[in-house]
């Protein structure tokens, strides 16, 4: 039997690994990312762009927030928060607002004054918002049942909101605004927050 003459090199030779098409690595780079991003995004966070004069001056157009979209899931929103909502005429739409009624309570609006009327307060207390940036001359009484919101811009004479609009339901909320990036000037953690029930209180003894 005849068998080829085998020299050392080809004993020791191994055969080299094949490379991939570059295509393939930013394809797989491409799927990780998309892994990674999108449920951060769904469930945990998710950017925002101010659009319009409503929030005025808490909030200015074009500036950029990151939602959080965690809390809700395990607390329930509390009067004063910043949130971020599907405008429910449209759920196409994002809007941003500040909750000022909460499931229960009943809101009465007499031209720039808000009074709540609910069971830790039957007989109404006034709220006190240092954060207006223009009064409103609007005049409403809404009850909310469960599960219902009521929202306002705290640029009062530039906000569509449920003066215009109606309740927001909490199906509708996105989240709150947890962080203000840009203009880096004015980068915040929880960005507008204030705390109304502290004022409820104290203006209630």
């Known amino acids: 039997m005849f068998s080829p003459p085998t020299t050392q090199s080809n004993k020791n030779q191994t055969p080299s690994p094949r490379q991939e098409h570059p295509l393939i690595e930013i394809v797989r780079f491409i799927i990780i990312a998309l892994v990674i991003v999108i449920p951060i995004r769904v469930f945990i966070a998710q950017p925002f762009i101010v659009s319009g004069a409503s929030m005025e ?20 929103p509390e009067r004063g928060d910043v949130v971020i909502f599907r405008y429910p005429r449209d759920p196409a739409k994002f809007f941003i607002k500040r909750l000022i009624g909460l499931p229960g309570d009943t809101v009465t609006i007499n031209g720039s004054t808000i009074t709540i009327t609910n069971n830790e307060h039957p007989d109404g207390i006034t709220l ?17 049942d469960e599960g219902e919101y009521f929202v306002m811009g705290d640029n009062r004479n530039a906000s569509s909101d ?44």
């Open 57 to 76: 001056n808490t909030f200015h157009n074009n500036e950029y927030l990151i939602v959080d979209r965690v809390t809700y899931r395990f607390n329930e």
């Open 128 to 144: 006190d918002e240092p954060y207006l940036y223009t009064p409103t001359d609007s005049y409403l009484t809404q009850t909310l």
């Open 162 to 205: 449920s003066r215009v609009w109606g309740i927001l339901t909490d199906d509708k909320i996105i989240g709150r605004a947890l962080l203000r990036l840009f203009p880096l000037s004015d980068a915040a953690v929880m960005p507008g927050a204030y705390d109304l029930e502290t004022g409820l209180s104290a203006r209630s003894q």
